[in-house]
């Protein structure tokens, strides 16, 4: 069992949320509006508890379930309150139209939210190539993830595995570029190859 704290109270923050309570875990949801946070931790049920934004996070695991232009802004406003914690970046930088990315190149969202999070705290991409939509229908889905720490995704390993899904280790956190550029990979799929976006994308080993 993990416990986690998910910033947030949009689709994502909802559906890992309730994943994440079947799996029996220990789940606490914040948001910028306690009142919003409260009402998504009693619809959720499980125990489920709502933190106060910006205070120190009640999980070990620390989900960035916001936009990605407030993830590295929100992780530098709760400052020391994240020291040591796992930190998970789930989120797509792309661009107006999702045919790109926002971030320079060479760079990532999760890369910008390592430089301003505690030196003690471990940011660990995850979930970004799993579309909401699927991750809510409950099937096991494959979740490609990145980071330095072996610890850390180890941590996020067990609970992504506790949800009912398979992890798959990419390598380092600069791996997390190439996750999101995956992202945009995904949106054209949906747009064009698949047709919709109850999909994801996953691994098929011929042994
Ligand atoms: N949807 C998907 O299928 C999917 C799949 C993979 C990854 N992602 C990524 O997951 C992230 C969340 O996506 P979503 O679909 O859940 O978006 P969403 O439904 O729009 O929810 C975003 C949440 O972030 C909150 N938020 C925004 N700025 C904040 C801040 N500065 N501090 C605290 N909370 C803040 C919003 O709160 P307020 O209501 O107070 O504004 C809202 O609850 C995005 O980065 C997205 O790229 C989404």
Redesign the pocket.
């Known amino acids: 069992m993990s416990n986690i704290s998910i ?7 909802r559906t890992i949320a309730a994943r994440a309570v079947a799996g029996g875990n220990a789940v606490e949801v914040v ?3 306690a009142v919003r946070a409260e009402t998504l931790a009693e619809a959720l049920g499980g125990g489920v508890t709502a933190g106060q ?1 910006g205070t120190a996070p009640a999980g070990d695991i620390v989900i960035l ?4 232009d ?2 590295a ?2 992780v530098a406003q709760y400052g020391p309150a994240l020291a040591g914690k796992v930190i998970i970046d ?3 930088a792309f661009d107006s139209d999702a045919t790109g990315l926002t971030t320079a190149d060479g760079t990532s969202i999760a890369q910008e939210v390592a430089r301003v999070a505690p030196a003690d705290a471990h940011v660990v991409k995850a ?2 190539t ?4 699927a991750l809510a229908q409950g099937r096991p889905l494959d979740v490609l993830v990145a980071g330095d720490d072996a610890q850390a995704k180890a941590t996020v390993a067990a609970f992504i595995t506790s949800l009912g899904l398979r992890p798959l280790d990419t390598g380092s956190l600069d791996m997390a570029r190439w996750l999101e550029e995956t992202g945009v990979v995904m949106m054209g799929l949906g747009r064009h190859g698949v047709g919709n976006f109850d999909f994801t994308l996953g691994v098929v080993t011929s042994a």
Do not use: K, Q
Not at 7 to 13: C, P
Not at 130 to 133: I, R
């Open positions: 910033i947030g109270l949009g689709n994502m923050a948001g910028r509006d934004f379930a916001v936009p990605h407030n993830a802004p929100v789930i989120t797509n979930f970004n799993v579309f909401g939509s």
